[in-house]
Structure formats: structure tokens, C-alpha cells
């Protein structure tokens, strides 16, 4: 009789003798260019609100749409990842996001615009899930801390950088540039990839069940646009609140179906292991305080203090560098000391700067703030990845491609959800703030209203925090499953 652990012995030493360096660098050069494009338009969009002469309302359905797909397609993806090999679905991942930016790139007018940018978002959906599935069978649970640290660099730096580099373009090109600059690397990683990339997943052809894959696209697809929407729309708007209840009730039963399927499509019995059931909800909470920073620090530095975008891009550029730059490290930390040492004092920084922002004011100086948003990414290096890597490292090999589906997912959902609910905070300190002000409609008392809202929503995110560093106490090391 066949012992079941020698089969997947037998497969990691098939592995070895494929050149993981390659491989790796092809993935991060594809998903540094697709996530990059998640806050590449944020700056731009004012400038394409008057060159496609529509409103604010309409472009920003740019970065709604692209959200909206990425946070639809990464569930299905578990079971896209079981039918076609890694090289199918990267180099199909990679040509669709490529067709999608040269569409935008290409475009005259909205609709050409956005048909574009769900092209681009296809691609990503595919792209995240393949990525984080081909490290977890090319890597041993022993070396996964500093190639998951390499993919920590791009999940963090490129959106961090986004607004950054689309100044520095929009400082010397139109719009369509940011698409230009792009196309290029996109296509360099279908080259590299088509040279390079081998095929390590293995394809079992799961049996397709239609109804999951409708129910999954209509919760998580109803919750990502209902959140989305709140902050333009506001909570009490018949459209936010349906395509909420809506896309909730969806998610339960797409919860129920996957609970009673032999063979389902998200496999949610990954919950079942404590660690990757921990590490999901610190995960949720930094990807929420990541999301809704990134969105109230601009908004502060350029209405309260006055900046422009371009200026506030380069402010929030040394934090996103470092970083980047910390991701491989704390991944090889990680591989030598486990997660505790690097969860617990990340968690702990975290619920610091959370405070120290609380208490930034129209005085604060940019030196303060960079300070700041450094401890931040700092923080954010320390637990994101390590806590990632722990959770998954404790799943039987047939629950991969389910637990990378699983994470993508709620990183994608958490992100949209964090950043409506922290700015409806904001928005609502902002209003108490000018109903209690003698002169509401002076600069300096709009200033100081966004200033008491901007308060508000990092108070919040401080509690958030709070608890994080209380889960961080019950992580523990874990190892694979004896016979995965």
C-alpha cells in the first residue's frame, strides 16, 4: 500500500529540480504592474474628469470597477487554479491585463475607458490567487517565509507608490501615459514567463457548480459595490442598503452551499484550522487600516494642509519604499524565528501610530507625518506577511489554492469596506464639528472640521488595532500537515 506523505514527497522532488529564482521574479514583476494600477489613477482622475467631460461620481467607477471585479473573480479563481496549469493562467492572466491597458491606453472616451480597466482587472483577479498558489507548492513551509516576503513587497509597495509615480508622469504627460508606461513591463512579464515559468500546480478538474459560482459572484460582488458606494451615496441610500442585504444574504447561502458540497468551490473547512482562522482576521484588520490611511492622509495633506496631490504623493513615498523594502526581511525573520516575535511587537506599533495620528493637527509638520506614516509601514511589514504565511502554513496541500482564494478575497473586500467606513467617520466628525462652529463655511473652520473627522476615524482605527495586538497573543508557530 502506498503511504499517502510519500506521494507528496515525491512531488517536492520533482519540484526540485525546477529554478525557483525565475519563477519568482516573473510573478512579482506581473503582480507589482497589476496591483500598481489599484492607486495608479488616484491622482489623475481630476485631471480625467475634464478631458472625458464627466463627473466625479462617473470617473470614479474606474477604481470602483476594478475593485469590484478583482473582488469577484479571486473566488472563482480556486477553482479556475484546478482546471487550467500555472503557466495557463498566468500567461492568460498577464495578456488580458496587457489588452486591458492598451484599451485604456487607447481610449477617447469613458466607456472605451472603463471596458479597459475591467479588462485590466480580469487579468489581476487571475493574477493574485496564481501568484500566492505557485510560491506554497514551489517552496517548503520551511523557506516560504522569505518568498511570501517578496510578494509582501508588492501587495505593499506598488499601491503605496501609485499616487507617487502618477504624479511624477502627470507632472510631464496627459493621462493615457500612466497606461503607456505600463504596457511595456506587462508585456516584458508574458516574455519572461513564457521562457521561464513552468507548470507546478497540479490540474484535478473539480466538478463546476454554476450555482456557487452566481451566488459568490452576487455576495461578494453586492457587499464590494454597496461599500464602495457608501461613501459617495452615503448609508441611507436605497441602492447601498439593498446591494447590501442583497450580496449578504447571496454570501450566506454561497457559505451554506460550500459547507454541504463534497466538492466545493471555495472550500471554507480551511477555517477549520485555528491558525488560519486567526491570521484572516489580523489580515482584515490591517488591510483596513492600510486602505482607509491611504485614503485619509492625501485627503488631509491636500485639503487640510493645503498640498498638492504630486506633493502628498512624494510624502507618502519614503514610507511605502521602506516597506517594500522590509517585506523580504521580516519574510526571512519570519522563516528563522516564527511569527510571534515579529506579529506581537508589529501589532503593538500599529495600536502607537494609530494614537500619534489621532493627534496630528493643521500644525503638524510634513517631517512629523512622513514619521508617522513610516512607523505605520513598519507596522504593517511585521504582521501582514508573517501572520499570511503562518495561517497558510497550516493547511493540508489540497486546501491552497482555497486558502490563497480565501485571503485575496477578504483583502479585497476589507480594503473597499475599510476605507467607506472610515470615511463616513470622517464625514460625520466633519458635519458635528460645523454644526457646533459659529462660521462653518470659513477655510480655516473646514480645515479644522476635517482635521476633527480625520480624529474621529483614527480613533476607530486605534480600537481596531487594539484588538489585533489581542489576537497577536494566541499566534503560534505552525508547521504543514503530516501527510498534506
Not at 47 to 64: H, R
Not at 257 to 275: D, G, I, T, W, Y
Request: charged share 10%.
Amino acid at each position: 500500500m502506498n503511504n499517502p506523505g510519500s506521494e507528496v514527497k515525491s512531488q517536492y522532488k520533482d519540484l526540485g529540480n525546477i529554478k525557483r529564482l525565475p519563477i519568482l521574479i516573473t510573478l512579482v514583476i506581473g503582480a507589482f504592474f497589476s496591483i500598481l494600477n489599484e492607486t495608479l489613477l488616484n491622482i489623475a482622475l481630476v485631471d480625467m474628469t475634464l478631458d472625458l467631460n464627466v463627473p466625479y461620481s462617473t470617473i470614479q467607477w474606474l477604481s470602483t470597477s476594478y475593485m469590484l471585479v478583482v473582488g469577484i473573480l479571486i473566488p472563482i479563481s480556486a477553482l479556475l487554479v484546478q482546471w487550467f496549469t500555472t503557466r495557463q493562467m498566468f500567461l492568460g492572466a498577464m495578456i488580458l491585463f496587457s489588452a486591458g491597458t492598451l484599451v485604456c491606453a487607447l481610449a477617447v472616451d469613458f466607456p472605451v475607458l472603463l471596458i479597459g480597466r475591467i479588462i485590466q482587472a480580469f487579468g489581476t483577479g487571475l493574477m493574485l490567487p496564481v501568484m500566492m498558489n505557485t510560491i506554497l507548492i514551489l517552496y517548503p513551509p520551511e523557506k516560504r517565509g522569505a518568498a511570501m516576503g517578496s510578494i509582501g513587497l508588492v501587495i505593499m509597495f506598488a499601491p503605496a507608490i501609485g499616487p507617487t509615480l502618477s504624479g511624477l508622469i502627470l507632472e510631464k504627460f496627459e493621462w493615457p501615459w500612466l497606461f503607456y508606461f505600463v504596457l511595456p513591463f506587462a508585456l516584458l512579464s508574458v516574455v519572461i514567463a513564457a521562457i521561464y515559468l513552468k507548470n507546478v500546480s497540479e490540474v484535478t478538474k473539480p466538478k463546476v457548480d454554476i450555482i456557487s459560482i452566481i451566488l459568490s459572484t452576487i455576495g461578494f460582488g453586492g457587499i464590494v459595490y454597496g461599500f464602495s458606494s457608501s461613501g459617495e451615496k452615503g448609508w441611507s441610500d436605497p441602492e447601498v442598503y439593498i446591494t447590501l442585504i442583497v450580496g449578504g444574504i447571496a454570501l450566506l447561502l454561497f457559505i451554506w452551499r460550500q459547507l454541504v458540497s463534497k466538492e466545493p468551490m471555495l472550500n471554507l473547512r480551511a477555517f477549520l484550522s485555528p491558525m488560519f482562522s486567526l491570521s484572516t482576521v489580523l489580515i482584515i484588520i490591517v488591510m483596513m487600516a492600510l486602505f482607509s490611511t491611504m485614503l485619509l492622509l492625501p485627503i488631509f495633506l491636500q485639503q487640510g494642509l493645503m498640498m498638492t496631490a504630486f506633493a502628498a504623493g512624494l510624502l507618502l513615498l519614503p514610507g511605502g519604499i521602506l516597506n517594500g523594502f522590509l517585506s523580504p526581511v521580516t519574510g526571512k525573520l519570519f522563516d528563522k524565528f516564527g511569527p510571534r516575535v515579529l506579529v506581537i511587537p508589529g501589532a503593538a506599533i500599529l495600536v502607537l501610530v494609530m494614537w500619534l495620528f489621532t493627534r496630528i493637527d493643521l500644525e503638524t509638520g510634513s517631517g512629523t507625518l512622513i514619521f508617522y506614516h513610516c512607523i505605520m509601514m513598519v507596522a504593517i511589514s511585521m504582521i501582514m506577511m508573517p501572520a499570511q504565511t503562518n495561517g497558510l502554513n497550516q493547511l493540508p496541500r489540497k486546501y491552497y489554492p482555497h486558502g490563497t482564494a480565501i485571503f485575496n478575497t477578504l483583502q479585497q473586500v476589507s480594503g473597499a469596506i475599510g476605507v467607506a467606513f472610515f470615511i463616513s467617520i470622517m464625514s460625520a466628525g466633519q458635519k458635528d464639528y460645523l454644526a457646533n462652529s459659529e462660521d462653518p463655511t470659513s477655510t480655516t473652520e473646514l480645515a479644522k472640521a476635517l482635521s476633527a473627522g480625520i480624529h474621529n476615524s483614527f480613533y476607530i482605527g486605534m480600537f481596531f488595532a487594539i484588538f489585533a495586538l489581542v489576537l497577536a497573543f494566541f499566534v503560534k508557530k505552525t508547521k504543514a500537515p503530516e501527510g498534506e
